[in-house]
């Protein structure tokens, strides 16, 4: 079974910016959508951004003009550049993956069962 190791996390101050990655631990052809949730304390885990292997890609609206999805299928990674942060931003980042075969990739957690171990993201005011 595919593993996935997400980086990138930090502390920044609103405004910063960061670079998560989550590198699959091999060839994945066959997890067609690719998503980054967040969870802050006493909070759902809920979704950010997806994208398929065609490169489509669906935003939450919190984050939409200031998040950017993106991915190197050469090294198997998948990248979430954040901008602009805010503190609501802080939170655990979990990189996920799936078989689902659609144009626009789900944002609900239940539809992932391929999930990494999370980084820390926390924004300070």
């Known amino acids: 079974q595919v593993q996935l190791v997400e980086s990138g996390g930090g502390s920044v101050q609103a405004g910063g910016s960061l670079r998560l990655s989550c590198a699959a631990s091999k060839f994945t052809y066959n997890l067609y959508c690719w998503a980054w949730f967040r969870q802050a304390p006493g909070k759902e885990r809920e979704g950010v951004a997806s994208?398929?292997?065609?490169?489509?890609?669906r935003s939450a609206d919190s984050v939409k003009g200031r998040f950017t999805l993106s991915q190197d299928k050469a090294k198997n990674t998948l990248y979430l550049e954040m901008n602009s942060l805010k503190p609501e931003d802080s939170g655990m980042y979990y990189c996920?993956?799936?078989?689902?075969?659609?144009?626009?990739?789900?944002?609900?957690?239940?539809?992932?069962?391929?999930w990494g171990q999370g980084t820390q993201v926390t924004v300070s005011s």
């Open positions: 994208i398929n292997n065609f490169g489509l890609t």
């Open positions: 996920a993956a799936e078989n689902i075969n659609t144009r626009s990739c789900p944002l609900l957690r239940y539809d992932y069962n391929t």
